[in-house]
């Protein structure tokens, strides 16, 4: 992940929420998607989605390339990828130096999640406990696997990986940086 990105994609969890606030250090910027090639010869962009909010780019008058702002001058969907087109990104040559790059917003557009929804940057970096009390370690990666969520936790007992699921997930506290399982029989 970015230091200053939300994380790779702004997919969020589904669990019960408590806190406010996460007691950690906040990013910047959001990741929405990520420039994989140049488009054509005019310096547009072919950008993967990375965001659940596709919708978003219809809305957006500017994006950050690491922290360099660009002022969008068009976008068009083009199947599961964005084609965006950037001020001051005229030919193929200036569209091929931003292959790489993440496409962000700022943190303070992203959009409003419902009360139990979360970003990647506020599930990566609780501390997980079991509902008993015993600590595990702390969430360093969130996984996509088409069912649900996984989080990667690492601590003394190694790596163990916690569906995101409401049977698993018992608390999420973001105000105290804690995350409370129930775990699985034979989880670890």
């Known amino acids: 992940m970015a230091s200053d990105a939300a994380g790779e994609r702004s997919r969020f969890s589904r669990l019960r929420r408590s806190g406010e606030r996460p007691a950690r250090r906040v990013p910047r910027y959001l990741v929405v998607g990520k420039v994989v090639a140049p488009w054509g010869t005019r ?4 950008v993967v989605i990375l965001t659940d909010f596709p ?3 219809r809305e957006l008058k500017r994006v950050y390339l690491g922290d360099e702002p660009w002022m969008l001058e ?3 969907r083009h199947g599961r990828w964005v084609i965006l087109k950037l001020e001051g990104c ?4 200036s569209a091929e130096r931003l292959r790489g790059e993440l496409v962000q917003i700022p943190l303070e557009e992203a959009v409003p999640l419902s009360e139990d929804e ?3 940057y506020q599930i990566v970096g609780l501390e ?3 509902s008993e009390g015993e600590h595990l370690g702390r969430v360093s990666e969130v996984l996509f696997t088409g069912a649900n969520e996984v989080y990667v936790v690492e601590g003394e007992r190694g790596e163990i ?7 698993v997930i018992k608390e999420v506290d973001l105000e ?13």
């Open 118 to 120: 979360y970003y990647i």
């Open 43 to 46: 310096g547009e962009l072919k």
């Open 161 to 167: 990986l916690v569906p995101a699921i409401e049977d």
């Open 176 to 188: 105290g940086g804690r995350l409370i399982i129930e775990p699985l029989e034979g989880m670890f």
């Open 55 to 57: 919708d978003r780019f």
């Open 74 to 76: 068009g976008h068009r």
């Open 128 to 130: 997980v406990w079991t």
């Open 90 to 93: 005229a030919d193929r040559n």
